[in-house]
């Protein structure tokens, strides 16, 4: 069996361009969303936690630090 060889013309061709673009574009959009939800979540399992311990003591009746952390 012989191998085939691909030719695919390398740099912008004057056909398709804006397809091209419009492509490069829309992936672009999408890597990029894709990396914003993966930061977000990595911030909000690690950051939940001292959020609301900083919002706790920073209320109203000022408990201490162990009374955030008792389940009573």
Known sequence: MASRISLKAKGKS????KAQED???SESLK??????????????HYGFIPLVIIIGMNSDPKPALSQLFSPV
């Open 14 to 17: 004057s056909k398709g361009s």
């Open 23 to 25: 492509r490069s574009v």
């Open 31 to 44: 890597e990029w969303t894709t990396w914003t939800m993966r930061k977000a979540k990595v911030i909000t």
